[in-house]
């Protein structure tokens, strides 16, 4: 391809543009020049014409044909982003114009983009990166949502019912957990549009074959289309349950044994390998903390540790968990970003402490957010006060650090479509951070 036969001509609004099948081919086939092509990549021909028109923007075809020719994104000043993204989802080629707006994410290199105010003062509940660069933020019965170019859509309003977590289905639809409203039967979990916040359908909890009213809490997803949340109901629905993300159904439950908790865990992370479910709750949400990893398959509580019997001090506290595969380790923090590991191959152990994270000394804020915990493609992200901690190599180096001084301390943050969003305290601001794009050579 690319030889003079290989050549194609565009008329797109009254404006004549010659490329190749060589350029074209690297739209992908998922996209509106991909149908131009057979099984084979080769061009299809038809001698009857000379040229394709198309009824749309010209100035915006030239800009993502030089995106196609060299990878390279320039939007002159004639051409308004909004309009070209507009122009590049018609010929599917939005992913394309990302790829080329940041960079594969790397925590190492990230830099801020730019940082949103929300439109509700006050504390945040939590921030959800969205699969394609967009979020959402949760907040008191609220829930805004943010496309990948930070335009916001209609937000979703539970009608004061708490939220308590969200979590992307993919692109076009969002899970929400909520507290339960005695006398009304509310809370649980609905499926929303995440263009429209339409409710689509709510997740259900069956108890001796009645369905009951419940308080949803966090929210983990598998690659099978499962859902998972920590759920409290009325009678004996404490535990974790399961659900079909496509039909709503519910398929499963684990129900919380006594002298253990579940049902109120803090936070849920699907294990791949293991095919295991981590489950932590922790203070302050109980006076102790429960960690535990649940094989649904065997219905067993396959490892398990918590801080009951043991004297705590603040600097012991566990305040966040996460479960690292590769290295068979779980992952806590405490309140001075101090990183503990547990080894899930013993069945009983206590926390191995490294200090040589730490990066707070003296006095606390006066409010102070608790840690958040992180892992993304092998670097670990620790959140303190209004700062974010890069961690990587086998010995979690700190390698990096995220700080922004507007919007006070940072209350949750979260990672997805090659962003890390970061959602601060006081002003209710979120920060959106991006890796560069590698320079054109």
């Not at 993304?376 to 990587?392: K, P, R, W, Y």
Request: net charge negative; charged share 25%; hydrophobic share 35%.
């Amino acid at each position: 391809m690319g030889i003079q036969k290989d050549r194609v001509r565009f008329n797109v609004g009254g404006r004549t543009f010659e490329t190749t099948a060589t350029t074209l081919a690297n739209a992908g086939r998922n996209s509106l020049f991909g149908a131009m092509f057979d099984d084979n990549w080769n061009l299809q021909s038809d001698h009857t014409i000379t040229e394709h028109f198309i009824d749309r923007n010209p100035d915006c075809f030239g800009v993502l044909l030089d995106l196609l020719r060299t990878g390279d994104l320039f939007i002159p000043p004639n051409v308004p982003e909004r309009l070209l993204y507009r122009e590049a989802l018609f010929y599917g080629l939005l992913d394309h114009v990302r790829s080329a707006k940041w960079g594969p994410f790397d925590g190492n290199r990230l830099r801020l983009s730019r940082s949103v105010t929300g439109r509700a003062p006050g504390d945040g509940t939590a921030i959800r990166a969205g699969p394609d660069g967009g979020c959402c933020v949760a907040h008191g019965s609220m829930v805004h949502v943010y496309d990948w170019m930070l335009e916001e859509h209609p937000p979703i309003n539970l009608d004061y019912q708490r939220v308590n977590d969200a979590g992307w289905i993919d692109s076009q639809n969002i899970v929400i957990s909520a507290c339960e409203r005695l006398g009304r039967g509310d809370g649980g979990m609905g499926l929303f549009s995440s263009s429209t916040g339409e409710l689509r359908y709510k997740f259900h909890v069956n108890h001796e074959n009645q369905i009951k009213s419940y308080t949803a809490g966090a929210l983990s997803f598998s690659p099978d289309y499962k859902l998972f949340s920590s759920c409290k109901g009325r009678s004996n629905e404490y535990g974790i349950g399961v659900w079909d993300q496509i039909t709503g159904k519910q398929i499963d439950f684990f129900y919380e044994p006594p002298g253990w908790s579940l049902g109120d865990a803090d936070k849920l992370q699907w294990l791949n390998g293991t095919n295991c479910l981590l489950v932590a709750t922790l203070f302050p949400r109980k006076d102790n903390c429960y960690i535990s990893l649940l094989d649904f398959r065997a219905k067993t509580m396959v490892w398990s540790w918590s801080d009951i019997g043991v004297p705590i001090t603040d600097e012991r506290r566990v305040r966040d968990a996460i479960a690292m595969e590769e290295n068979s380790s779980i992952c806590v923090v405490n309140e001075y970003e101090d990183l503990g590991f547990m080894d899930v191959r013993r069945s009983a152990g206590s926390v191995r402490w490294s200090s040589r994270s730490r990066l707070m000394k003296g006095k606390m804020p006066d409010e102070p957010c608790y840690p958040k915990l992180a892992l993304h493609e092998g670097q670990l992200f620790s959140s303190m006060n209004d700062s974010i901690s890069v961690f990587c190599g086998q010995d979690w180096v700190l390698t990096s650090r995220l700080r922004r001084s507007y919007g006070g301390s940072i209350c949750d943050f979260s990672i997805g479509g090659d962003r890390l969003f970061a959602l601060h305290s006081e002003e209710n601001v979120f920060d959106i951070w991006e890796t560069p794009s590698p320079p054109i050579v």
